[in-house]
C-alpha cells in the first residue's frame, strides 16, 4: 500500500521508493568491489531482484529449501556469465 502512495507521490512518502532498491544496489556494489567481482550496475540488480524474490518466497512458503536451490542454481549460472 505505502509503495502505492508513494508512487502517486502522496505527502509523507517522499524518498519512500528510493530506499527500497537504492541502499541494497549501494551495499551489492560495495561488496563486488571487495571481492574483486567486477559487475555492471544491471548484473547486480539482476542478483538483488533475484535475491528479494526469494527471500520473499521463503517468507511466504515458510520453505527455505527451494529457494536455497534455486539461488545456488542462480550462483552457478551468475559465476558461468
Known amino acids: 500500500m505505502r509503495a ?3 508512487r502517486s507521490r502522496r505527502p509523507g512518502t517522499e524518498g519512500f521508493l528510493d530506499s527500497l532498491t537504492e ?3 549501494e551495499q551489492a ?3 563486488a568491489e571487495r571481492l ?3 559487475r555492471s550496475v544491471d ?3 539482476l542478483g538483488v531482484a533475484v535475491t528479494r524474490g526469494l527471500l520473499i518466497e521463503v517468507l511466504a512458503t515458510d520453505d527455505v529449501g ?3 536451490a534455486s539461488l545456488e542454481r542462480f550462483i552457478e549460472m551468475w ?3
Do not use: F, M
Open 23 to 25: 541502499p541494497w544496489l
Open 79 to 81: 559465476e558461468r556469465a
Open 66 to 68: 527451494p529457494a536455497t
Open 43 to 45: 548484473d547486480i540488480r
Open 4 to 6: 502505492r502512495h508513494a
Open 29 to 31: 556494489l560495495e561488496i
Open 36 to 38: 574483486g567481482a567486477e
